[in-house]
């Protein structure tokens, strides 16, 4: 594409473009361009190829997420309130990782490029529930930025110092909080660990050294995943019954008008008492109103008519 008189803002746009990788990203700074793309006369017929280029690009991805829709597994993954997603190159452990975090089961393989499709497992921490994902992995044609793109936390799976800036520029459009997860770490002595900490630590990562064959770092890994969501956990009580053990998952700030819309938004004008214990509450058993803020780890009792 020719970009004489061009402003800076167009040739760095029309540079990224030619960079790309992935047709998302093509699209992204040939919209730039388009934005940037001076609108006189002279320009016009510029304006009109990038405008050509961008309509042939969508129907080109269209098509392939038509044909990856009619390949996909039926049982499509649906986004849970606490997901964590994998990302990494080939043979960095991330299917290792999944087994070994969730109940899930896929295939550990030295063969490049074993996960082709997503994958997830649930990791059980303290009657939390949390997603995770592993899927295809970077630079194979199945990665979705998509997944990437809108999960809450990204583990950023690595065996290596030097793949991590590599693995971050799939990263820079995710506002998804970061671990590093420095994989296979039994193939380091103990001083070559503590190099490779003080490495990372001088950078400030968020960080883990991990190994599924010895086990190390993977409770220190459930427990960052799970400080990593900023979400609180409140228990049901069912009156005269014992609270129930799994948790039910809101954002910081809910109230109880939230907790009973998150049940059933049918079920707000049935309520005729509402009963509360642990933080959040004056003293236990509290009776408190709709709009009562919840704080972690409370207890909650509703009355119906």
């Known amino acids: 594409m020719a970009s004489t008189n061009q402003s800076p803002f167009y040739k760095k746009a029309e540079e990224n473009f030619l960079k790309a990788e992935t047709d998302e990203d093509r699209l992204y700074w040939l919209d730039e361009m388009i934005k940037e793309c001076p609108k006189h006369k002279s320009s016009e017929k510029m304006l009109s190829n990038l405008k050509t280029r961008r309509i042939k690009l969508m129907e080109k991805i269209d098509r392939i997420k038509k044909s990856k829709k009619s ?17 990494g190159f080939t043979n960095s452990g991330k299917s290792s990782l ?3 975090l969730t109940n899930s089961t896929p295939i550990v393989s030295p063969v490049p490029f074993t996960t082709q499709h997503p994958i997830q497992g649930m990791l059980n921490y303290e009657g939390v529930q949390i997603q995770i994902i592993d899927q295809a992995s970077l630079k194979n044609e199945n990665f979705d930025i998509g997944i990437v793109n809108n999960t809450d936390l990204l583990l950023i799976v690595v065996t290596s110092a030097e793949e991590i800036q590599e693995v971050l520029k799939f990263t820079e459009r995710s506002r998804a909080k970061k671990i ?3 994989n296979k770490s039994d193939l380091h ?7 490779i900490s003080a490495n990372l630590n001088s950078k ?4 883990i050294l991990t190994s599924t064959l010895t086990g190390e770092g993977i409770k220190e890994l459930k427990e960052k995943i799970f400080n990593s969501f900023e979400r609180v956990r409140i228990y049901l009580k069912e009156p005269g019954k014992e609270p129930s053990k799994i948790p039910m998952i809101l954002k910081p700030g809910s109230t109880i008008k939230d907790v009973v819309e998150k049940i059933s938004k049918q079920m707000l004008s049935t309520i005729s008492e509402i009963h509360i214990w642990g933080p959040s509450s004056k003293f236990p058993n509290q009776k408190v109103g709709l709009n009562h803020l919840i704080k ?8 119906t008519r």
């Open 71 to 87: 390949s996909a597994s039926k049982d499509s993954i649906k986004k849970s309130d606490m997901q964590a997603v994998l990302i």
């Open 98 to 100: 999944l087994k070994t």
């Open 180 to 182: 590093i997860v420095f």
């Open 189 to 195: 002595n103990e001083a070559e660990k503590r190099k």
């Open 204 to 207: 400030k990562y968020n960080y």
């Open 296 to 303: 972690d780890k409370d207890i909650i009792e509703l009355k």
